[in-house]
């Protein structure tokens, strides 16, 4: 007999661990930490993780915010359970976490925010004919491939917000379609966003539009997509769970303001929540080591907004926007958290006079999204200053927009 085979004695025999022995998973034996450690920070000097400095003039988007060192460890700490089978702790604790914060039942983490609000839609939908009202500048509408009519076969009803801000009970009312004659697409969801282009949608207005749908019958699924609902929040205007108690569904970005790599969460009901793993799975979502997204996404919601760390950002959005304004710019939209939506044309500049002057004050914004300038956590004062400076130098002071005019002409 070949030397290297191993001869098993009782190749069919199965024993059960001993009674005493604990099968949950156990956390880890050792913590990493790299936190406390000056001397290991200085030891891998090069990881990007230590790299916040890198978006701390990037005011393309918060999407640019930089994983940490914190994530990391939280990630070099994470249990590695097999998510699809439930059996990730960090991820549970995770899903619970999120859903006691917010007040629902159970939550569920997704890849992305689009996930997130493709696998909600999904879930409250059965078949066709069916409608989703959203605002007509709403990312569910404008920015997320047409998921909606690709997986659910739904239609949009995007309405424009007649008091040019968020949509109220009025709004929604006048654009919902109840009626089911074979000639309709009855309204199945309302779909709102807030923030929305920064903007806070007040509770009182979220409330009435709750109520209301969740009259009607059947009720309407009430899903908001609240991939910066966090910014809202930072304001003060309302607590997580007073927005959770007005929705069957939210899906919150993590990997947003909050910085952490990877991910978004999505809440609601157990039974919608059972239903969403479906949605998620078919959409290849479903990951095996899952704790490798929900521990740093812990820490983001814990350093980030917990921390408090949301509110300095817009107080600097603020007080830019108030500059601009000063110096007699005008916006698209009122700077309420931490996004500046300009009016490049109504202030007399053209794309041209705006984004390449903005790399010489070595800033980061793009035209993706035409005038528009997002704060986060990791911008600097130094930044800050820059971009006050850009502003002075756009729109001098003491000058009519005649006079900018002629001074970028020349
Ligand atoms: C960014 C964003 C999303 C999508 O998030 P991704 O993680 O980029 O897919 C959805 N809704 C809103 C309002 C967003 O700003």
Known sequence: ?????????????????????????????????????????????????????????????????????PMLEAIINTTLGDN??????????????????????????????????????????????????????????????????????????????????????????????????????????????????????????????????????????????????????????????????????????LSKGLGAPIGSVLTGTSAFIKRAKWSRHFLGGDIRAAGLISAPARVGIDNVFLGGKLGAAQDMAKRASALWVELGGKLQAPTETNQIWLDLNASGLKPNDFYPVAAQFDLKVMDLIPGRIVLHYQITEQAFARLCSFFKALLPREQTPETVENKLEN
């Open 84 to 253: 699809v089978m439930e059996e990730d702790t960090t991820t549970n604790r995770f899903q619970e976490y999120v859903a006691d914060l917010v007040g629902h039942d159970a939550s569920l983490l997704v890849m992305s925010g689009t996930m997130g609000n493709q696998v909600a839609l999904r879930t409250a939908l059965t078949t066709p004919p069916h409608s989703i009202l959203a605002d007509h500048r709403g990312h569910i509408v404008t920015f997320e491939s047409g998921g909606a009519s690709a997986l659910c076969g739904a239609l949009f009803k995007t309405v424009v917000p007649s008091n040019g801000h968020h949509l109220t009970l009025d709004d929604v009312k006048s654009h919902c379609t109840l009626t089911d004659t074979v000639y309709d697409c009855p309204t199945r969801i309302i779909s709102l966003e807030n923030t929305l282009w920064g903007t806070v949608m007040p509770l009182s207005d979220m409330r009435a539009i709750s109520q209301w749908a969740r009259s009607q019958t059947p009720p309407i699924h009430m899903h908001l997509d609240g991939a910066r609902l966090w910014e809202a929040v930072a304001t003060g205007a309302f607590t997580l769970r007073e927005a959770g108690e007005c929705f069957d569904s939210m899906q919150l970005c």
């Open 1 to 69: 007999m070949d030397s290297q085979t191993v001869v098993l004695e009782k190749p069919w025999s199965f024993e059960p661990p001993p009674a005493s022995v604990d099968i949950e998973p156990k956390p880890p034996q050792c913590s990493f930490q790299v936190v406390e450690s000056e001397k290991h920070r200085q030891l891998e000097p090069n990881l990007a993780w230590s790299h916040s400095h890198e978006a701390s003039n990037d005011f393309r988007s918060d999407i640019f915010t930089k994983p940490t060192l």
